[in-house]
C-alpha cells in the first residue's frame, strides 16, 4: 500500500512539523502554494480525505484553466497582439503547423508572432508612438501592421491577386483576415506563406 511506503510516511511526518511546529521546507511550502492557488487548501488541509488520483485529476484541470485565462488576459491586454487577436481567440494547437512543410509554416509563424521587421515591430524597437509606424512603401499613412500588408497595401496589389483568395482582393476587414489565417486548406495556407515570404523580402526598415 502506498500509507506503507518510507515516502509516505515520511511526508506525513514532514506535514505535521510543517503545519505544527513551524518546519521549513520548500518543496511543503511550494506544493501547498499550489492547492492554495487552485483553491483547493481544503484539500492540503485534509489531505486524506480525498483519493490521489482525484487531486492530481483536479490540480492539473485548475492550472489548466488559469493558464489559458493568464494566456487570454496576456493577449487582449498587450499592444503587441492587436492583430493577433483577430484571428487568435482560442489556446489550441494550430492545423497549419502540421499541414505544410517546415519551410512554408515558418514564415506564418513568424507573421502571426510578430517575428518580423514590419515597421509596426520594428517601430518597436525604435520606442516610436504606434500611431507612427506607418508603411514605408505605399502612401496610405496606415500603420504598416500584419493586417496592413497582407489585404491593404496597394504595393502588393499584383501578388494579392496571385496569391490570396478572391474575397482578399477588396473591401479589407477583420472578418477575412481571421478567415484566412484560420484556414485547414493546404492550398490556401501555401499560397499564404508565399505572400508573407515576399512581403517580408521587400518591407525592410531603412537603416
Known amino acids: 500500500m502506498v500509507e506503507e511506503k518510507i515516502s509516505s510516511i515520511l511526508y506525513k511526518l514532514l506535514f505535521v512539523y510543517f503545519e505544527n511546529y513551524g518546519f521549513e521546507s520548500k518543496w511543503l511550502k511550494f506544493v501547498k502554494s ?3 492557488n487552485c483553491g483547493l487548501s481544503n484539500v492540503w488541509r485534509s489531505q486524506s480525505h480525498f483519493s490521489t488520483e482525484w487531486i492530481e485529476n483536479c490540480v492539473e484541470l485548475r492550472l489548466k484553466d488559469q493558464f489559458k ?9 498587450s499592444s503587441k497582439t492587436i492583430c493577433y487577436r483577430i484571428f487568435k481567440n482560442e489556446f489550441c494547437f494550430e492545423r497549419y503547423l ?3 512543410p517546415t519551410y512554408l509554416m515558418y514564415y506564418i509563424c513568424k507573421f502571426r508572432c510578430g517575428c518580423h521587421r514590419l515597421p509596426i515591430e520594428s517601430g518597436r524597437w525604435h520606442k516610436i508612438q504606434r500611431d507612427e509606424r506607418t508603411c514605408i512603401i505605399c502612401n496610405s499613412n496606415e500603420i504598416g501592421d500584419e493586417y496592413h500588408y497582407i489585404l491593404v497595401c496597394n504595393f502588393f496589389s499584383s501578388e494579392r491577386k496571385k496569391l490570396l483568395p478572391k474575397y482578399c482582393q477588396k473591401n479589407a476587414n477583420t472578418a477575412k483576415f481571421n478567415q484566412l489565417f484560420s484556414s485547414t486548406d493546404i492550398i490556401v495556407l501555401e499560397k499564404l506563406a508565399r505572400f508573407i515570404k515576399h512581403v517580408l523580402s521587400i518591407v525592410v526598415p531603412p537603416g
Open 34 to 36: 499550489i492547492f492554495d
Open 69 to 77: 485565462q493568464e494566456w487570454s488576459s496576456d493577449i487582449f491586454n
Open 98 to 100: 502540421s499541414l505544410l
